[in-house]
């Protein structure tokens, strides 16, 4: 291909990023966001005003394994405005990014292209480190359940797990306040496993979350590996709709966007 690039072209980035520092990826006034930092880093790398729109409104505090964002010129801006190969534009934003924040691969989209809206699909995974001492290496990149979880204990969490499959209305499991009127989402995927590092890690799949969605999914697992909820609940509580028979929220930091999905693949390049 020619460069520069068609000045209609978008291109996008795919993000990891720890999240633990910030007031999560979109940009507010009470602290600094993913998006501001990659905002600033695209500023500096194509030189001139960028605007950076993400996939996904991540929390304070949760982790993205592979976020996608789409940088595109500031209006007025449009012409001759990427001059770098897209296999290289990794290498260009890890002179202006922070060790917390890292592209790993970049591609072409067209203008039309909205990494939220056009989205299919969403994988998020939340890990648990169940021991009775605290590991200063898992500090802020898991949740530390001093409970050991036994194995009946996660068959019970696996079972409950598969009971979030499907079409179904997650009121129950969205956070109280929330505006969002339509709480229906299909869940492709929901598991439990012990992986071999010792950690227990929840992984959920589906076309949309709500608001602390899949923390509440994991508080609720959580409760059904202690006893307090049972895993044939699960079904009742999605039908009654009501929060305060679900589990607690789980703190943000076991947890991470890992896979967005679209309907036609994104050629990553990284070289």
């Known amino acids: 291909m020619r460069w520069p690039y068609n000045a209609l072209m978008k291109i996008l ?3 990891q990023y720890i999240g633990t520092a910030y007031c999560g990826f979109q940009c507010q006034k009470n602290g600094s966001s993913i998006q501001e930092v990659l905002t600033q880093a695209a500023e500096r790398v194509f030189g001139r005003p960028c605007s950076v729109t993400g996939c996904s409104r991540t929390d304070a505090g949760v982790h993205a394994l592979g ?5 595109s010129p500031a209006i007025g801006e449009t012409v001759d405005w990427c001059r770098i190969p897209v296999p290289k534009i ?3 934003f890890a002179l202006f990014l922070p060790p917390d924040i890292s592209v790993c691969a970049a591609a072409e989209a067209e203008d039309t292209f909205h990494p939220r809206y056009d989205a299919v699909e969403k994988e998020y995974v939340y890990r648990i480190w169940d021991a009775p001492y605290a590991t200063p290496f898992l500090k802020d990149r898991s949740y530390h359940s001093i409970r050991r979880i036994t194995p009946e204990g996660l068959d019970c969490m696996q079972t409950a797990a598969a009971a979030y499959i499907g079409k179904q209305d997650f009121r129950a499991f969205m956070a109280g306040g929330t505006a969002d009127k339509d709480t229906v989402r299909t869940v492709m995927r929901a598991w439990v496993e012990r992986q071999t590092d010792g950690m227990i890690q929840f992984s959920v799949a589906a076309d949309g979350f709500l608001y602390n969605m899949v923390r509440i999914m994991t508080g609720t697992l959580l409760d059904v590996a202690a006893g307090r909820i049972l895993p044939q ?3 009742e509580i999605l039908s009654c709709g009501d929060r305060s ?3 607690f929220t789980a703190p943000p930091d076991g947890l991470y966007l890992r896979q967005v999905w679209y309907p036609s693949k994104i050629s990553w390049q990284c070289e």
Do not use: E, M, Q
Request: net charge positive; proline share 0%.
């Open 245 to 247: 028979r679900a589990g």
């Open 233 to 235: 609940d699960i079904s």
């Open 90 to 92: 990794h290498r260009a």
């Open 67 to 71: 976020y996608v964002c789409a940088v």
């Open 13 to 15: 980035l795919k993000v």
